[in-house]
Each structure stands twice: as C-alpha cells, then as structure tokens.
C-alpha cells in the first residue's frame, strides 16, 4: 500500500492564483482530513470527511473548498490565493471502528504565495 | 471546544539524558491521546497512543506516555535519548465528537546533542 500520498510536494503560487492540492489514499478508509501547519502553531483542520460525498468544515476553512466524490480521494482547493495561505499543508485519512481514530498521514505540499 | 497545551517549545538534551515532554488538555469527557513525531523533513507519525485500559502506554523507539485522568494529562517520556530522536514532537487528543476529529498542541521541538 502507498498509504496516504499528495501533490505536489512544493507550489508557489501568485496572489489570486487558484490550484488544487491533490490527496488520495489506498486503504479504504472512510475518513479524510486536511491540516495546515504553521511555525510554532501545530496543525490547524481546514476541513475533513466522513465518506464520499460528506464534508465538513474544521478550525480553519475560509478560502478553502474541498470534495470527496470517491473514498480514495479529497482535493483541496484554493481560489483565490493569498500570502496568509503560505503553509505545509498535510492530508490524512483514518478508519473509524468501535471508536478508533489514528490518523495516518501524507508526506504534505509545501505552499509559498507571493 | 478542546484545546491541548505544550508547555516545552524548544527542547535541548544531551544523549542519554532523560525526557519529558508535558500534555496537559482541556475537555474532562472520554478522550483518546496521541502522541505524534516530524522528523526533519517528514510527515507526522503516530508514536504511541491511549484509548482506554493501562495508563501506561509503551509506544516505538522506546518512548512511553502516562495518561493521568485527574491532571488532564499525557506526558511522553524516554529514559535515554539518542540524537536520532530529534525531531518535533505532537500532542493530540481526539474527544470523540463528530468526525473523530484530533485537536492538535503546538509541538514540541526537541534537538539531541552529541
């Protein structure tokens, strides 16, 4: 299994610039996550999903969208870019059973806007 | 909402030295407690994690962490450190809520010198 995988691993973008962080993983897990991570401030959630077809915003999610048509895979889109978006960004995924929810996660995408 | 404190920012330690690294968090409900380790460069992974059972839980690379219900607490510890345990280290709890989400403290960023 590759596990959870994403691309592009580095972007730099320009102000007002659009682009999508792609994010899929190969273990039939139901739930997808997206964080970003900034110096000295942990993980922030941006938005996660419950299954296929099922989203929720987290702590963080205004000038990000996300969709998840299938269970492997939860794009995360930014439309309009803007410097406060410079960040790594991680997906990750988890199986929920019986209340279990380890989070195994993505190498990141490393977002510079400028 | 949760919230999960990291009193350590920055962390230096000869080898061999002991570890401690404090988690204190805020909900008093039923909680599961992660910790996480970034080594330079990398991806977060899962080094140990308490759902219910033994407080005491042994994760990989010889690190263990105490879950103590009545301080809101989960410190990591390590009697020996060795420089390959440099990295930046996470603290997480998930409450249980919808989406099984994982509230994430600020890390934890602990260098090993030879």
């Known amino acids: 299994n590759a596990g959870v995988t994403q691309t592009p691993k580095f972007r730099i973008l320009k102000i007002g610039q659009s682009m999508t962080l792609q994010c899929a993983q190969d273990m039939n897990h139901n739930y997808m996550y997206w964080y970003r991570q900034d110096p000295g401030m942990g993980l922030k959630l941006i938005y996660y999903s419950v299954g296929a077809g099922i989203t929720d915003k987290g702590e963080v999610p205004n000038g990000y969208n996300v969709s998840r048509s299938t269970t492997e895979d939860f794009p995360l889109r930014l439309e309009l870019a803007a410097p406060s978006q410079t960040s790594v960004y991680f997906c990750?995924?988890?199986?929920?059973?019986?209340?279990?929810?380890?989070?195994?996660f993505g190498p990141g995408t490393r977002l510079t806007v400028l | 909402a949760q919230s999960v404190s990291q009193h350590n920012h920055h962390v230096i330690l000869s080898e061999a030295a002991s570890l401690e690294l404090g988690c204190n968090y805020s909900?008093?409900?039923?909680?599961?407690l992660f910790w996480y380790v970034q080594y330079p460069g990398q991806h977060l992974q899962l080094l140990l994690k308490y759902f219910s059972g033994d407080p005491l839980v042994k994760g990989i690379k010889g690190f263990e962490a105490e879950f103590i219900k009545s301080k809101f607490s989960f410190n990591l510890r390590k009697p020996s450190v060795q420089w390959s345990d440099t990295a930046e280290y996470f603290c997480a709890v998930n409450d249980a809520g919808g989406g099984n989400k994982l509230t994430f403290g600020t890390g934890t960023q602990l260098k090993v010198e030879l």
């Open positions: 990750a995924s988890s199986y929920l059973d019986r209340g279990y929810n380890e989070q195994f």
């Open positions: 909900y008093g409900g039923t909680v599961n």
